[in-house]
């Protein structure tokens, strides 16, 4: 057997707080990568993943250092050498594909300036024959106008195409090994397709080995040939692709690979009322927009004509990708961006656009959770007095009665008591975002807008707050409206689902067959972009490019 | 196109912006200086004054007219060049102040020369090598120029230079000019002083602005692309960091406007700052007013230009 | 979902650390430094060996002696009593210039920042041109037109640095307002005196009092710079800056009594900037 290509040894990277405590966030890892092979890093956030790739480059942000072990990079050891002998391995030997192309691109530089530059740091060819090969590479990378895309400002091209452009700026030195960290997390489902493709068919013609370091199973399973699994920057388990999808051994595996197909929802029985048909939540006609108005209508016109309605005790979800409108929508509804025209019903009573004329009473039935619980929490105020908070406004509680509702709440979400005497910043991810949910409870809504709850949390912590909104509905018998831009997770939580695209409603599905009932061209677009858990999917996915050309932001 | 029209549409409300606060700061000099105090006609009178010679040099200096139409006669006189008449020597104002004004120009000039390089070079330097020796030397010693009064600094510059090495003389004016030497000798002692007390600013500001670029993701992948430190400082972060630090030197220029009133003052040198200090003790209220305008239309050009440099420089607004 | 309950009651163990923040030496130095110049500006009559205002010696511009620590001035009197006393003008004015400054500045920053309109685009405007004045240049015209004396030297410092204190309130507050937890409160219908000092305050509070200490050096730069110029603290008083004036002349002769009083002042703006410079990040944290 040959040599392999990267050989990583007890490797141990520690970490210096902010309060000058040290701490071990590579706890030995070992693996090694064959000539050719793409080996993705998958875990969740602090599994150490971007650590370990970044150190391959010789390279640790700003408070971390290697403290041992060793890391070999074809003949070359990485942990042995200079800061200076590391910069000519640089872009040569390994390169990087960054996780945000738009951070990454110098915003004052051509982009061909910034593809080309490698070649002219460690002085690979001369300036016309970069020129020429970069070209060649945006072709590979299917850019569109690869003659001169390069002459173009990093803020003039999309996203998507930005991201690409990266990987160009990364294989112009025909490096061996490249890495990838997380260079689709940021796109639309519908744009990453593409994405995935020009790196896959890109890798395997150059047939470079790859590091793919990821979160998301279903997207590693398209490009990797082996996974190995992090957690608390220790490997969990290692594996081919087929193997960890198929047959996966450890129960952490497991936990990923379930949190990943969520169980389908089940609606709630309704008592039958059949004196009071009323929906929760009615929208008719609903446009919002911002900027100045003119002539009462803003500048910038976001929401156009959306109606819609939601049974008691049901969940409606919203999907679309980034600025369909999704979220403005929920503003509108909440009155946080007052709608321009139209109307919104809660209980049959229509609701003044704006918050000042909402009475409480319209505003306690219905509360908005928000997607990042680290803002959404005032992080000067304990856990205790944000949830006392909308007890003491809403319904005048003081003293004993609202400490023990505070507790009860708490406990509502599965959190100790204790942490109400908690800061904000002292919470994990999920913490935060339970205490934000039990934040609108307090307020005995009938009715939760829940604006991309769990897309910033990790699967198998999103997993669990799905499950506690589904408890919750049983208890208190509430009504969800769920925006996401992640089909799975409406899935496993809706009952019907609007699709939103550029401002409007495009189509309105039920939940649980949306992929078979969709008939809308941007519906069916969007729901056969979602990545499968199957190795095979991207390979044998095919979409009529009219409709791509059509609908994706690419 | 729009965007083309983007940054002259806010570089000319910028200028817009300027012109109202010139026009509120006028507003402000001229009411401070010919409202608040008890009487002019009294003031120049003096205590021994009939009430019917008071009354008779009111009438006569205009003084009974409405405060807004003596604002705008000022201000038209202003725009027109006529800065009006010094209360205690008679002389035209514009008289009085042009003589000066060279000297004061000629000393922010020179000063501009020597510190802007030193600085630039001073802040770049700290923040490539940051955290370096050298970058905590240049960072203890701006912090300390800008912690004390900027009449500390002259009399340190007085101490060692003139005191105690005895290379140049403490007082700058009444030497003579005659040769260059001596005229070199002449503009030392306050162009030093101002020199540091400008530069200071302009280190720290300026190391700021790099260090934050340096900061940013591009710059960390160019290092990832293998580029060694001076190419990630100078070709990547410098030129994203060259508007700010164009604002960075015309923030700290303005720095010369209180600078030097009191390096005139300390070393007697015959410019326009000088001459204000001494019409403040003999409440020279026409000579205050026309030489505070002067102080307030070139602080504020600095800070125009700092903005506008700020908007054009942004590349997402270039073209 | 249950792991994640489980890890959550062991973490519950490690003890809150409270509001302990730690500063480094150079810090603490500099709140040492600080906090003596306040004890002094306080019991700074009581401690002065001599009385501050009579000619106790017959010498002028006096060397440094067992009776007289710092020298006498220009007239003889002793330097260490009058700078014990100056203290009392120097700190005493600039802080109560730099509180004025800051409370006005700091409540109409945030009110602005939650209004928004009409309100925070004159009031920004406003402030912005008075900010074009260079503030030693708008002392010098106050002085000029309305004499000199502690009230006016309070008020004067207050007006420069009332519009600088504005707009970087105003700025930390407009980031907070954003937030969306300012958005919850709103919209579960808080009015805005709840916004203001509930939700936006408790978080401008560590950034405001670090720009509060910045400004308190330059309010004791330009009071001393005033001075200086014989239009601050008028005599028989006389801060620190008007006892560099008093005995510029002594420079000449190295005489200490110019070089203590300048002394004073470089250790406590050096200090307060020493102090605001190692203060954690987690206060420090300014958007400027």
């Known amino acids: 057997m040959t040599n392999p290509l990267v050989s990583v040894r007890d490797l141990r990277i520690g970490a210096t707080t902010d309060a000058g405590r040290k701490v071990e966030i590579i706890k030995g890892v070992s693996f090694d990568i064959e000539p050719g092979e793409i080996v993705a890093l998958i875990g969740e956030s602090g599994s150490g993943k971007t650590t370990i790739a970044l150190s391959l480059m010789g390279h640790t942000r700003t408070g971390c250092r290697i403290d041992g072990g060793n890391i070999r990079l074809g003949t070359s050891e990485i942990t042995a050498m200079s800061e200076r002998a590391r910069a000519s391995v640089r872009g040569t030997e390994v390169s990087y594909v960054p996780q945000s192309a738009a951070a990454a691109f110098n915003p004052s530089k051509r982009i061909m300036e910034q593809v080309i530059e490698i070649a002219a740091i460690h002085e690979l060819m001369p300036r016309a024959e970069a020129e020429k090969k970069a070209v060649e590479l945006f072709r590979a990378l299917a850019l569109p106008d690869a003659e001169h895309i390069g002459q173009r400002y990093p803020h003039q091209v999309s996203g998507g195409q930005l991201q690409r452009l990266s990987a160009a700026m990364a294989l112009i030195g025909d490096p061996k090994l490249v890495i990838f960290d997380e260079p689709t997390t940021a796109l639309d489902v519908t744009t990453q397709i593409e994405v995935l493709r020009a790196f896959k068919s890109v890798m395997q013609k150059g047939g470079m080995a790859g590091v793919y370091v990821s979160h998301d199973l279903a997207v590693v399973a398209q490009i990797a040939d082996r996974i190995i699994v992090l957690r608390g920057g220790e490997i969990q388990e290692v594996g081919s692709a087929e193997q960890i999808l198929r047959a996966p051994q450890h129960p952490y595996t497991k936990q990923l690979l379930a949190a990943f197909e969520p169980v389908p929802h089940q609606p709630v029985d309704q008592p039958v009322q059949a004196a009071k048909p009323t929906p929760v939540l009615e929208v008719f006609d609903l446009c919002a927009g911002y900027g100045p108005m003119r002539d009462g209508v803003p500048l910038a016109k976001i929401l156009k004509n959306v109606n819609f309605k939601l049974e008691r005790g049901r969940n409606l979800g919203v999907i679309g990708e980034s600025g369909s409108g999704k979220s403005t929508l929920a503003r509108a509804i909440a009155g946080i961006l007052p709608a321009y025209r139209g109307a919104v019903m809660v209980d049959g009573k229509e609701l003044k656009p704006d918050l000042q004329n909402r009475s409480k009473d319209d505003l306690q039935r219905m509360q908005m959770v928000f997607q990042l619980a680290d803002t959404a929490l005032n992080p000067a105020h304990s856990i205790g007095s944000i949830l006392a908070r909308p007890l003491t406004f809403y319904e005048g509680l003081r003293g004993k009665a609202r400490e023990a509702r505070v507790i009860e709440l708490l406990d509502m979400v599965h959190l100790p008591a204790a942490l109400r005497h908690r800061l904000p910043g002292e919470l994990s991810g999920g913490q935060k975002q339970r205490v934000n949910l039990a934040r609108a409870l307090a307020a005995s809504p009938e009715l939760i807008l829940c604006d991309e709850i769990t897309s910033a949390l990790d699967t198998v912590v999103a997993a669990a707050i799905l499950e506690l909104l589904k408890e919750l509905q049983r208890e208190l018998g509430l009504s969800y409206m769920f925006i996401s831009h992640d089909l799975s997770t409406v899935e496993a939580i809706c009952d019907d689902v609007l699709v939103m695209y550029k401002g409007e409603v495009v189509e309105a599905l039920p939940a649980a067959r949306m992929s078979s009932e969709a008939t809308h061209p941007y519906s069916r677009l969007l729901i056969s972009s979602v990545p499968q858990l199957d190795t095979g999917w991207l390979s044998g996915l095919e979409q009529d490019p009219e409709l791509v050309a059509q609908f994706a932001n690419r | ?319 | 979902m249950m792991a994640e309950v489980t890890t959550t009651t062991a973490k519950d163990t490690p003890k809150r650390k409270g509001p302990g923040y730690r500063f480094n030496w150079v810090g603490k130095i500099g709140l040492a430094i600080i906090l003596f110049w306040a004890v002094v500006a306080v019991v700074g009559p009581w401690l002065a060996p001599h009385p501050p205002g009579e000619i106790v010696d017959w010498d002028y511009f006096g060397p440094v002696t067992k009776d007289f620590w710092m020298g006498t001035d220009y007239l003889g009197r002793d330097i260490f009593s009058r700078i014990l006393m100056g203290a009392r003008y120097t700190v005493g004015i600039a802080l109560a210039a730099v509180t004025l400054a800051c409370t006005l500045g700091v409540i109409l920053g945030m009110v602005a920042a939650v209004a928004g309109g009409w309100f925070d685009m004159i009031l920004s405007r406003l402030l912005d041109a008075f900010n074009g004045i260079p503030s030693l240049l708008f002392g010098l015209v106050v002085v000029a037109a309305v004499g000199s004396s502690i009230p006016v030297l309070v008020l004067t410092l207050a007006a420069i640095y009332m519009p600088g204190a504005y707009r970087f309130a105003r700025a930390l507050a407009v980031n907070v307002n954003t937030m969306d937890f300012v958005t919850v409160a709103r919209a579960r219908g808080e009015g805005t005196p709840y916004l203001i000092l509930r939700e936006i305050f408790p978080n401008i509070l560590g950034p405001v009092l670090a720009d509060l200490g910045l400004r308190f050096v330059f309010i004791v730069l330009v009071l001393s710079g005033l001075s200086f110029l014989g239009l601050g603290v008028q005599p028989p008083n006389a801060d620190w800056g008007a006892l560099v004036r008093e005995n510029i002349e002594g420079l000449s002769l190295g005489a200490p009594a110019v070089i203590f009083p300048s002394v004073a002042i470089a250790s406590l703006t050096i200090s307060v900037n020493m102090f605001i410079d190692n203060l954690p990040t987690k206060i420090r944290d300014r958007s400027e």
């Open chain 2, 1 to 319: 196109m729009p965007q083309s029209l983007t940054p002259w549409f806010l570089v000319i409300q910028r200028l817009g912006i300027a012109l109202l606060t010139l026009v509120i700061v006028s507003f402000a000099v001229f009411f401070a200086t010919e409202l608040l105090p008890g009487d002019v006609a009294e003031i120049l009178l003096g205590q021994a004054a009939t009430p019917e010679a008071v009354a008779g040099l009111r009438e006569a200096m205009g003084l009974n007219e409405p405060a807004l139409s003596r604002f705008v006669g000022w201000l038209v006189g202003l725009l027109g060049g006529d800065l009006g008449t010094s209360y205690v020597n008679k002389m035209e104002v514009v008289e009085l102040i042009s003589g000066r004004l060279g000297n004061s120009l000629k000393l922010a000039g020179v000063t501009t020369l020597v510190s802007v390089p030193i600085a630039l070079a001073l802040g770049i330097g700290a923040a490539m090598w940051r955290g370096s020796l050298f970058d905590r030397i240049v960072s203890v010693l701006t912090i300390s120029v800008i912690s004390v009064p900027e009449f500390m600094v002259a009399t340190l510059a007085v101490l060692i230079f003139a005191v105690w090495l005895g290379w140049l003389p403490a007082l700058s004016y009444g030497a003579d000019v005659s040769s260059l030497s001596a005229m070199l000798k002449a503009y030392a002692m306050p162009v030093i002083t101002l020199s540091f007390v400008v530069s200071a600013q302009m280190i720290r500001m300026t190391r700021a602005a790099v260090i934050e670029t340096i900061n940013t993701p591009y710059v960390e992948m160019a290092l990832l692309k293998g580029a060694s430190r001076k190419r990630m400082v100078l070709g990547h972060a410098l030129p994203n960091a060259l508007g700010p630090i164009a604002n960075a030197v015309a923030l700290s220029l303005s720095y010369l406007v209180g600078g030097v009133i009191i390096v005139e003052t300390i070393f007697n040198y015959p410019g326009v700052a000088k001459l204000m200090v001494d019409a403040v003790s003999t409440r020279d209220l026409p000579l205050i007013q026309s030489c505070a305008m002067i102080f307030c239309v070139s602080y504020l050009s600095l800070i125009t230009l700092a903005d506008m440099i700020a908007i054009l420089s942004n590349p997402r607004l270039r073209r």
